[in-house]
């Protein structure tokens, strides 16, 4: 007698929205909960290491989480860094074309 355990309703899906790397994440946990047969004589080891591994995957997604939240972050600041150059530019802009008008007036 063989005894499959499904698990996957365990891990946080959401985390695995925002990158390759975390679906191919999701890939291996899904692939490894199939290929999980337990024996009937060495469920109780069997099913303790298998439940270390999903609390091992799942805090290696909750990792990856934060290293994309970090990320995320930074893509922000960077963006508003990119926008202030932007306004400074086109200030720097405005300023120019209304000293050639002035010096052309002259």
């Given at each position: 007698a063989t005894v499959v355990i499904c698990v996957l309703a365990i891990v946080p899906t959401e985390a695995?929205?925002?990158?390759?790397?975390?679906r191919e994440s999701m890939a291996d946990l899904s692939e490894a909960v199939r290929n999980?047969?337990?024996?009937?004589?060495?469920s109780e080891d069997s099913s303790q290491e298998f439940l270390l591994h999903i609390m091992?995957?799942?805090?290696?997604?909750?990792?990856?989480?934060?290293?994309?939240?970090?990320?995320?972050?930074m893509i922000r600041q960077q963006r508003d860094?990119?926008?202030?150059?932007?306004?400074?530019?086109?200030?720097?802009?405005?300023?120019?074309?209304?000293?050639?008008?002035?010096e052309e007036a002259l």
């Open positions: 695995f929205r925002s990158s390759r790397q975390d999980v047969t337990l024996d009937p004589d060495d091992d995957m799942r805090y290696t997604v909750g990792v990856q989480q934060e290293e994309i939240d970090k990320l995320k972050a860094v990119i926008n202030e150059l932007r306004a400074t530019i086109e200030g720097l802009e405005d300023a120019r074309r209304w000293r050639r008008t002035r």
